[in-house]
């Protein structure tokens, strides 16, 4: 009869044989958890990169009391506490998409943020702000799609929720 210790040094081993496997042939090992291929890995690198570039070139406009944020913060009635806010939850998801154990967190918290950032937009503020054409809608668009492309390669990794593509209800 094993014990369940023994039943557990047996399980991290076998983990520690299939990771030393799949990174011999190729396959990316993210957070500790997860193989990613070459090209999960290149795709979801890619979109961290944009999401956070995204949004870390904007905490520029938001710290400093950029007329055009100053305005969008106004007409929603949160000006500048909310201002400095989203500007640090944005520079919080950017880090965190960059921690490898904490990707996923950081692509809710970018989720989240563009989400009520979209919403802004098509609630309150328009698609064009002051004549913008619709860039800051379509960067929000765009880092959404980043970061909900960078959920779904990381899913896996998220605590204590079932795999999205497993699901056959």
Same mark, same amino acid.
């Given at each position: 009869m094993k014990s369940e210790h023994s039943d557990s040094r047996y399980d991290d081993l076998n983990l520690a044989y299939e990771r030393a496997l799949q990174a011999s042939a190729g396959a990316e090992l993210d957070d500790g958890i997860e193989p990613l291929s070459r090209r999960q890995a290149l795709v979801s690198w890619i979109c961290r990169l944009i999401a956070a570039a995204i949004m870390v070139e904007t905490l520029y406009f938001k710290f400093t009391g950029q007329p055009e944020s100053v305005w969008i913060f106004t007409r929603m009635h949160m000006e500048s506490w909310w201002r400095y806010g989203q500007g640090v939850w944005e520079l919080v998801a950017a880090i965190l998409l960059f921690i490898p154990s904490l990707t996923w967190l950081g692509a809710m918290l970018t989720l989240g943020a563009m989400g009520a950032a979209?919403?802004?937009h098509l609630g309150v503020? #328009?698609?064009?702000v002051q004549n913008d054409h619709g860039l800051l809608f #379509?960067?929000?668009c765009v880092t959404f799609l980043s970061a909900l492309t960078v959920l779904w390669i990381h899913q896996r990794t998220v605590p204590n929720i079932s795999r999205l593509d497993d699901y056959h209800g």
């Open positions: 979209i919403m802004s503020l #328009g698609i064009s #379509g960067m929000a």
